[in-house]
DNA sequence: CATGATCGTAAGTCATCGCTTACCGTAGGA
DNA sequence: TCCTACGGTAAGCGATGACTTACGATCATG
């Protein structure tokens, strides 16, 4: 529920270059519009999203407002990938067991 | 450098129920079109899409391609989130001795 | 060889989303 | 108390993307 959440944020690219640069520590919004290509009410918005899917946390102080990665984040997205792809080798497991099949039903002709 | 086609690939929630569908094996266009609320030509070009990111791999079998999970798909994917959040707890240490810092600087006030 | 099934592609439409400018509330310093 | 810095919000705009219908190509089957 969480994690569709968590990976529409991260889909953009500007996002993805806020994440990255709060990997150094939490920081506010000026410090991370400069250096961004964009203007700051659109660090903003994505912020407000960042936040809205658990990715970002913020600590205000005065009047400016930390914005640093959230502890366990993407702990739900990084499950359901684990979820999709570890059973996909099961998947492949299958396969192989329907090709043996399809080579057994070909094999007779 | 994939993980960002693979991230937006993922975003889309009509691709991850193609993804969901595809936890038991692979599957043919038309199988995969039953049970969605789109077109099988939406289908093909998210299959298209989801392909194209190193998600998933076809093997045409005569007429029909069975589309199935690509083993390793999301592991650059992983590596980038580990990569993000696991500095965070670092990050996380270095916003605890900010914090100490400016109680350190508050207190011979 | 002809026919039907499977699937990819093209063109067009409509909604969603990211960005900008403008505005407003709030906290701190002179 | 003014005033300046910081940052969230609203409205409007342009672009990206997801979906549909229509068409074409390919392979198996009668």
Request: proline share 7%; net charge positive; with cysteine.
């Amino acid at each position: 529920m969480t994690y569709e959440t968590a990976i529409a944020a991260l889909a953009d690219p500007t996002r993805r270059c806020i994440v990255e640069r709060l990997r150094g520590g939490p920081l506010p919004v000026s410090a991370l519009a400069d250096g961004l290509p964009v203007s700051r009410p659109a660090v903003s918005q994505h912020l407000r999203v960042l936040s809205g899917a658990g990715l970002l946390q913020v600590t205000p102080h005065g009047t400016r407002r930390y914005y640093g990665l959230a502890p366990g984040g993407v702990d739900e997205l990084r499950a359901w990938l684990d979820a999709m792809w570890d059973d996909a080798l099961a998947a492949f497991a299958a396969e192989a067991r329907l090709e043996a099949r399809r080579r057994e039903k070909e094999r007779p002709r």
